[in-house]
Protein backbone atom coordinates (compact mmCIF):
# COMPACT_ATOMS: atom_id res chain seq x y z
CA UNK A 1 0.00 0.00 0.00
CA UNK A 2 2.69 2.20 0.88
CA UNK A 3 4.61 1.72 -2.50
CA UNK A 4 1.51 2.07 -4.33
CA UNK A 5 1.17 5.46 -2.62
CA UNK A 6 4.70 6.57 -3.28
CA UNK A 7 4.52 5.88 -6.88
CA UNK A 8 1.73 8.11 -7.15
CA UNK A 9 3.75 10.88 -5.17
CA UNK A 10 6.74 10.46 -7.73
CA UNK A 11 4.86 10.42 -10.30
CA UNK A 12 2.62 13.77 -9.23
CA UNK A 13 6.08 15.55 -8.81
CA UNK A 14 7.28 14.43 -11.98
CA UNK A 15 4.56 16.19 -13.69
CA UNK A 16 5.20 19.68 -11.23
CA UNK A 17 8.58 19.70 -12.64
CA UNK A 18 7.73 19.45 -15.92
CA UNK A 19 5.21 22.15 -15.74
CA UNK A 20 7.47 24.42 -13.89
CA UNK A 21 11.06 22.85 -13.77
CA UNK A 22 13.49 24.32 -11.33
CA UNK A 23 16.01 26.81 -11.99
CA UNK A 24 19.63 25.35 -12.15
CA UNK A 25 17.87 21.42 -11.51
CA UNK A 26 16.77 18.88 -13.36
CA UNK A 27 15.55 15.58 -12.57
CA UNK A 28 14.09 12.78 -14.03
CA UNK A 29 12.74 9.20 -12.72
CA UNK A 30 14.54 6.28 -14.44
CA UNK A 31 12.65 4.76 -17.25
CA UNK A 32 12.64 1.19 -15.19
CA UNK A 33 12.28 2.14 -11.50
CA UNK A 34 10.65 5.61 -10.67
CA UNK A 35 11.97 5.12 -7.02
CA UNK A 36 15.20 5.77 -8.74
CA UNK A 37 15.57 9.44 -9.75
CA UNK A 38 18.74 11.26 -11.61
CA UNK A 39 19.66 14.76 -11.89
CA UNK A 40 21.47 17.31 -12.98
CA UNK A 41 22.83 20.45 -10.85
CA UNK A 42 23.96 23.49 -12.49
CA UNK A 43 26.99 25.35 -10.34
CA UNK A 44 25.78 28.69 -9.74
CA UNK A 45 27.72 32.27 -11.33
CA UNK A 46 29.79 33.68 -8.84
CA UNK A 47 30.92 30.48 -6.97
CA UNK A 48 33.89 28.10 -7.94
CA UNK A 49 31.33 25.74 -9.57
CA UNK A 50 29.68 28.14 -12.02
CA UNK A 51 29.65 26.52 -15.32
CA UNK A 52 29.74 23.39 -13.88
CA UNK A 53 27.32 20.27 -14.51
CA UNK A 54 26.77 17.45 -11.40
CA UNK A 55 25.16 14.41 -12.35
CA UNK A 56 23.42 12.48 -9.11
CA UNK A 57 21.25 10.24 -8.13
CA UNK A 58 17.96 10.10 -5.39
CA UNK A 59 17.08 6.77 -4.52
CA UNK A 60 13.74 6.91 -2.58
CA UNK A 61 12.13 3.92 -0.33
CA UNK A 62 8.73 2.53 -1.04
CA UNK A 63 7.70 4.34 2.08
CA UNK A 64 8.23 7.99 0.95
CA UNK A 65 7.00 10.86 1.61
CA UNK A 66 6.81 9.50 4.98
CA UNK A 67 10.72 8.41 5.15
CA UNK A 68 13.51 10.28 3.48
CA UNK A 69 15.58 9.26 0.22
CA UNK A 70 18.88 8.98 -0.03
CA UNK A 71 20.95 11.21 -2.47
CA UNK A 72 24.36 10.89 -4.07
CA UNK A 73 26.63 12.83 -6.19
CA UNK A 74 28.38 10.44 -9.46
CA UNK A 75 30.28 13.40 -11.04
CA UNK A 76 33.68 14.73 -9.29
CA UNK A 77 32.87 18.11 -7.75
CA UNK A 78 35.39 18.54 -4.83
CA UNK A 79 32.71 19.35 -2.34
CA UNK A 80 30.91 16.01 -2.09
CA UNK A 81 32.75 12.61 -1.92
CA UNK A 82 31.46 10.55 -5.63
CA UNK A 83 29.50 7.52 -5.19
CA UNK A 84 28.81 8.10 -1.65
CA UNK A 85 25.69 8.93 0.01
CA UNK A 86 25.46 12.83 1.24
CA UNK A 87 24.59 13.94 4.57
CA UNK A 88 21.49 16.42 4.67
CA UNK A 89 19.28 17.04 6.59
CA UNK A 90 16.43 15.97 3.93
CA UNK A 91 18.40 13.22 3.29
CA UNK A 92 18.04 9.16 4.99
CA UNK A 93 21.13 10.06 7.27
CA UNK A 94 18.72 12.40 9.30
CA UNK A 95 15.29 10.53 9.26
CA UNK A 96 14.35 12.81 12.44
CA UNK A 97 14.12 15.77 10.55
CA UNK A 98 12.42 14.62 7.56
CA UNK A 99 9.58 16.79 6.11
CA UNK A 100 6.53 14.74 4.51
CA UNK A 101 5.53 17.96 2.28
CA UNK A 102 9.81 18.44 0.97
CA UNK A 103 9.67 17.17 -2.63
CA UNK A 104 11.76 16.13 -5.14
CA UNK A 105 12.56 20.18 -6.37
CA UNK A 106 12.82 20.66 -2.61
CA UNK A 107 15.69 18.10 -2.44
CA UNK A 108 17.42 19.64 -5.03
CA UNK A 109 17.40 22.96 -4.01
CA UNK A 110 18.67 22.18 -0.99
CA UNK A 111 21.26 20.14 -1.94
CA UNK A 112 22.23 22.80 -4.72
CA UNK A 113 22.36 25.53 -2.25
CA UNK A 114 24.42 23.60 0.46
CA UNK A 115 26.67 22.40 -2.11
CA UNK A 116 27.57 26.25 -2.46
CA UNK A 117 28.37 26.05 1.32
CA UNK A 118 31.84 25.13 3.00
CA UNK A 119 30.17 23.42 5.64
CA UNK A 120 31.33 20.30 6.88
CA UNK A 121 29.51 16.79 6.48
CA UNK A 122 29.24 13.38 5.97
CA UNK A 123 30.45 12.51 3.02
CA UNK A 124 31.88 16.16 2.16
CA UNK A 125 35.82 16.78 0.75
CA UNK A 126 37.64 19.78 1.20
CA UNK A 127 39.27 21.10 -2.17
CA UNK A 128 40.83 24.39 -3.61
CA UNK A 129 38.79 26.96 -5.33
CA UNK A 130 41.21 26.38 -8.17
CA UNK A 131 40.56 22.48 -8.15
CA UNK A 132 36.52 23.19 -8.19
CA UNK A 133 37.25 25.38 -10.41
CA UNK A 134 38.92 22.57 -12.76
CA UNK A 135 36.55 19.89 -12.11
CA UNK A 136 33.69 22.10 -13.01
CA UNK A 137 35.07 22.94 -16.60
CA UNK A 138 35.61 19.05 -16.77
CA UNK A 139 32.27 17.99 -15.91
CA UNK A 140 30.34 17.55 -18.66
CA UNK A 141 32.68 15.57 -20.45
CA UNK A 142 32.65 13.52 -17.85
CA UNK A 143 29.14 13.21 -17.48
CA UNK A 144 28.52 12.53 -21.36
CA UNK A 145 30.94 9.07 -21.00
CA UNK A 146 28.03 7.55 -19.01
CA UNK A 147 25.65 5.84 -21.05
CA UNK A 148 22.87 6.73 -18.56
CA UNK A 149 23.15 9.86 -18.46
CA UNK A 150 23.77 10.27 -22.05
CA UNK A 151 20.35 8.21 -22.20
CA UNK A 152 18.36 10.82 -19.55
CA UNK A 153 19.74 13.62 -20.64
CA UNK A 154 20.51 14.56 -24.18
CA UNK A 155 20.02 18.02 -24.27
CA UNK A 156 23.51 17.95 -22.17
CA UNK A 157 25.38 16.05 -24.26
CA UNK A 158 24.20 17.97 -27.50
CA UNK A 159 25.65 20.98 -25.72
CA UNK A 160 28.79 19.22 -25.07
CA UNK A 161 29.23 18.26 -28.64
CA UNK A 162 28.71 22.02 -29.26
CA UNK A 163 31.32 23.14 -27.20
CA UNK A 164 33.76 20.74 -29.17
CA UNK A 165 32.94 22.05 -32.27
CA UNK A 166 35.11 24.95 -31.97
CA UNK A 167 38.33 23.26 -30.79
CA UNK A 168 38.11 20.55 -33.36
CA UNK A 169 38.04 23.63 -36.70
CA UNK A 170 41.38 24.71 -35.67
CA UNK A 171 42.83 21.47 -35.22
CA UNK A 172 41.77 20.45 -38.84
CA UNK A 173 42.89 24.05 -40.23
CA UNK A 174 46.54 23.27 -38.41
CA UNK A 175 46.65 20.14 -39.96
CA UNK A 176 45.98 21.23 -43.73
CA UNK A 177 49.71 22.84 -43.57
CA UNK A 178 50.77 19.83 -42.73
CA UNK A 179 48.91 18.07 -45.49
CA UNK A 180 50.00 20.63 -48.67
CA UNK A 181 53.57 19.59 -47.26
CA UNK A 182 53.48 16.31 -47.57
CA UNK A 183 52.21 16.51 -51.07
CA UNK A 184 54.89 19.12 -52.03
CA UNK A 185 57.03 16.71 -53.18
CA UNK A 186 55.14 14.68 -55.16
CA UNK A 187 53.91 17.82 -56.88
CA UNK A 188 57.38 19.13 -57.43
CA UNK A 189 58.38 15.77 -59.03
CA UNK A 190 55.71 15.68 -61.58
CA UNK A 191 56.90 19.15 -62.50
CA UNK A 192 60.06 18.03 -62.89
CA UNK A 193 59.17 14.98 -64.67
CA UNK A 194 56.98 17.56 -66.89
CA UNK A 195 59.80 19.56 -67.49
CA UNK A 196 61.50 16.49 -68.53
CA UNK A 197 59.45 15.59 -71.32
CA UNK A 198 58.84 19.08 -72.46
CA UNK A 199 62.70 19.12 -73.15
CA UNK A 200 62.83 15.85 -74.34
CA UNK A 201 60.14 16.88 -77.14
CA UNK A 202 62.19 20.46 -77.88
CA UNK A 203 65.02 19.12 -79.59
CA UNK A 204 62.94 17.01 -81.79
CA UNK A 205 61.04 19.61 -82.98
CA UNK A 206 64.91 21.76 -83.73
CA UNK A 207 65.46 18.93 -85.78
CA UNK A 208 62.55 18.82 -87.88
CA UNK A 209 62.48 22.70 -88.29
CA UNK A 210 66.25 22.42 -89.27
CA UNK A 211 65.44 19.95 -92.18
CA UNK A 212 62.41 22.40 -93.39
CA UNK A 213 64.63 25.38 -93.36
CA UNK A 214 68.08 23.89 -95.12
CA UNK A 215 68.24 22.72 -99.09
CA UNK A 216 70.91 20.91 -100.13
CA UNK A 217 73.39 22.45 -102.37
CA UNK A 218 73.86 19.05 -104.48
CA UNK A 219 70.14 19.34 -105.65
CA UNK A 220 70.24 23.25 -106.86
CA UNK A 221 73.08 22.57 -108.68
CA UNK A 222 71.55 19.60 -110.65
CA UNK A 223 68.15 21.70 -110.82
CA UNK A 224 70.19 24.92 -112.65
CA UNK A 225 71.98 21.91 -114.57
CA UNK A 226 68.78 20.55 -115.85
CA UNK A 227 67.64 24.39 -116.58
CA UNK A 228 70.76 25.18 -119.01
CA UNK A 229 70.27 21.72 -120.98
CA UNK A 230 66.72 22.72 -121.59
CA UNK A 231 67.52 26.55 -122.56
CA UNK A 232 69.88 25.31 -125.01
CA UNK A 233 68.38 22.40 -126.93
CA UNK A 234 66.27 25.33 -129.38
CA UNK A 235 69.66 26.61 -130.21
CA UNK A 236 71.14 23.01 -130.99
CA UNK A 237 68.03 22.50 -133.31
CA UNK A 238 69.22 25.86 -135.09
Not at 83 to 94: E, R, Y
Not at 181 to 198: A, C
Amino acid sequence: MSEKACVKRLQKEYRALCKEPVSHVVARPSPNDILEWHYVLEGSEGTPFAGGYYYGKIKFPPEYPFKPPGISMTTPNGRFMTQKKICLSMSDFHPESWNPMWSVSSILTGLLSFMMDNSPTTGSVTTTVAEKEKLAKASLAFNCKNPTFRKLFPEYVEKYEQQQLPKQLPEQVSSMPAQAEQSRPLLEEHGNSTNDEMNRVKPLKDVKNQQRKSFPTWLLLLLVSIFGVVMALPLLQL
